[in-house]
């Protein structure tokens, strides 16, 4: 039993060892790389890029009609038109006029001038709404015209050099704003923060020339409240706030705030009174956390030795599990450094219930303060059986057909459960398009007439009437006249299936009405033949229970760090292995046993998931209700929530 893990532990080292990695790029013509989303086309692709199919056709020798996702294409840039480019207007040389080319939007013509789609709508007031071919735009070419950017530009003088010393308890951001720098300067200067800061540490300050740099601070820097998110390991930049942020500054925060009311009588709902965070009792000083995940690795063979053949055959099964693996420990290291002192215990469940029960029964896990796993649901009630016998918290980190919480306060629903994101869909829309009418479509089949019903409920309980329609009982006639001219018409349609789907976009699109708003289900990101186009002109809203922002400075952080000691890109199981790993052992850190008394009073946003947690009942665990929300704009996808 006890020897497990590290049987375990080095046959990822092997994996790991195994990972390809190829980074290099073409250096010998102007190209971004585009990696293709599910459901995206090369119309599409074309379309966002103001290029045409035959040009992306010639620089993708044998690409294929059908892209599939992940799908890396070569986009050439292209350099500006000469009659744009010799248009200097307002006598300074700071700004350019283009002609609007057919087809082309503004994230083509940013991309071609090396400036940001936020800079031309600057300078174009009403670009926002469109653009129209033959229309003339300014184009920023210096600095005077430029847009207030939200982050910190580059330096562009000589700056100055000194050195900082790391106290404890200090953060990127007060150190930031200590010497009056940005938190990507320090990341430029100091490359290894970005796997976190460690009391004892001297770091590089750079200062714009004519700044003089403060002597090195030999007090602790106070920590200010925010009731938003914490401090993020990986963030690069602080965005929306000038007050610094910590872990339990949002549970002070949000302690002595009385839950809102909702009469929702198909969830019971409530916050349990918060314990106060002084009681030294309910923490340690070192924590055993044992990791159940099903890497599926029991009958892999033994390493191999010098003799030069082949180590343990990976399975496509072990991938996922891996993967939550890899980001598992990327969070660990982090929190580390923060001053978390804990000991993962790693076990292979084979996904097999009765294999994880036996597992239980060994002497490590007789001291475990917490449990995290696993990826299967067959694993979960055992798991959940032992945690709530024990009295430890227990982390679910996938959405399970039934509530693992129900009944047990220990448990920690990470991944919310379909009806409570169809219902945080409900209040998202319902909220953003008031005194709308609200029609709700489904194909007569069971689970699509349970969403559509969750939907209506929810709908129901926050005072708003929705219309359910059936459509092969109904008929799509029947629909047509229950769509209002005169307000906006907000459309679930309640399906997965992507010929229904179809049916539907397509007999919207033809209406050419602009007061049809969209709603649809996580599955459709999935969807192969549907034109994006639909998406874009009947504004369709997605949500789901995850999303990356890649070009979010956090999120590049984190992946380079992921790909400099993986060797291969982080899949979406190794950011929610990070995520879910940094809050859950965060929070084990500040409240020791009384973590589930107090979960729900720190909310968080992490790199591919938000944390807010409400608890299902007075003797049921928590469940995360953070939901992503987003639409499909001059062929992006844009994050509403």
């Known amino acids: 039993m006890k020897k497990q893990p590290h049987f375990i532990l080095l046959l990822l080292c092997f994996f790991f060892a195994a990972i390809p990695g190829s980074f290099a790029q073409d250096s010998r013509e102007v190209f971004e790389i585009h990696t293709t989303v599910k459901g995206e086309t090369l119309s599409a692709i074309a ?26 294409i070569k986009i050439r840039i292209h350099a500006p038109a000469k009659e744009n480019a010799s248009k200097n207007i ?30 031309i709508q600057y300078l174009n007031p009403g670009a926002e709404k469109g653009i129209k071919e033959g229309e003339e735009l300014r184009v920023p070419s210096g600095k005077e015209h430029v847009a207030p950017a939200k982050e910190s530009a580059p330096d562009t003088i000589a700056p100055s050099v000194g050195t900082h010393k790391v106290l404890p308890g200090e953060t990127l951001y007060s150190i ?50 925010s009731a938003k998110e914490t401090d993020h390991p990986f963030a690069a930049s602080e965005k929306d706030s000038s007050k610094e942020k910590s872990f339990l500054s949002i549970w002070k925060k949000n302690k002595a705030r009385q839950p809102v009311s909702r009469p929702d009588s198909s969830r019971e709902e409530s916050r349990v009174t918060a314990k106060s965070s002084a009681d030294t009792t309910a923490k340690k000083n070192e924590y055993n956390v044992a990791i159940f995940l099903p890497f599926h690795l029991g009958d892999a063979p033994e390493p191999s030795d010098s003799s030069g053949e082949e180590g343990p055959h990976i399975n496509s099964e072990s991938l996922p599990a891996l993967e939550f693996y890899q980001g598992v420990t990327l969070a660990a290291d982090s929190l580390a450094k923060s001053g978390l002192s804990a000991h993962l215990y790693v076990y292979d469940t084979r996904g097999d219930s009765s294999y994880v029960k036996q597992l239980l029964q060994g002497g490590d896990m007789q001291k475990a303060d917490a449990v995290i796993g696993s990826l299967t649901q067959n694993d979960l009630l055992p798991l959940a059986r032992f945690a709530k016998e024990k009295k430890i918290p227990i982390l679910s980190p996938v959405t399970t057909s039934f509530n693992i919480a129900y009944n047990n306060p220990m448990a920690e629903m990470a991944s919310p459960s379909v009806k409570t994101q169809c219902e945080e869909m409900a209040r998202f829309m319902g909220e953003k398009y008031k005194k709308s009418n609200y029609i709700l479509l489904n194909n007569n089949l069971p689970r699509e007439i349970e969403i559509s019903s969750i939907f209506k409920n929810k709908l129901a309980i926050d005072g708003l009437s929705a219309r359910e329609i059936n459509i092969p009982k109904q008929g799509i006639s029947f629909f047509k006249i229950n769509i209002m001219p005169s307000v906006k018409n907000v459309i679930f349609v309640c399906s997965s299936n992507e010929a229904f789907v179809t049916e539907v976009l397509t007999e919207l699109n ?79 850190m500040n409240f020791g046993s009384r973590l589930n008394d107090n979960i729900s009073y720190v909310p968080q946003k992490g790199l591919s998931l938000g944390f807010d947690f409400y608890r299902t009942g007075q003797q049921s665990g928590c469940e995360n209700r953070s939901i992503a929300v987003f639409m499909y704009r001059d062929y992006q996808k844009i994050r509403l929530k």
């Open 90 to 119: 307002g006598g300074s040389g700071k700004y350019l006029l283009h002609k609007v080319r057919k087809g082309e939007t503004l994230y083509a013509i940013s991309r071609t001038y090396s400036v940001s789609v936020q800079e």
């Open 510 to 588: 033809a209406r050419k009405d602009s007061n049809i708003i969209v709603a649809g289900l996580p599955t459709w990101e999935n969807f192969e033949t549907v034109d994006l186009e639909f998406f874009q002109k009947l504004q369709v809203h997605i949500f789901s229970s995850s999303y990356i922002e890649y070009e979010d400075p956090a999120t590049r952080k984190f992946s380079s760090v992921y790909r400099s000691q993986y060797k291969t890109e982080p899949s979406l199981f190794a950011f929610q292995g990070f995520d879910m790993t940094l809050y859950f052992l965060n929070a084990l």
């Open 47 to 72: 379309k966002k890029y103001a290029l045409t199919l035959e040009e992306i056709r010639a620089d993708n020798p044998g690409i294929k009609k059908n892209i599939k996702a992940g799908q890396k």
């Open 176 to 225: 930031s704003k200590r010497y009056g720098v940005s938190i990507q300067s320090l990341l430029d200067s100091n490359p290894e923060l970005i796997v976190g800061l460690k009391a004892g540490q001297v770091i590089k300050i750079r200062s714009q020339a004519g700044k003089t740099l403060p002597v090195s601070p030999d007090t602790t820097i106070k920590q200010s409240q």
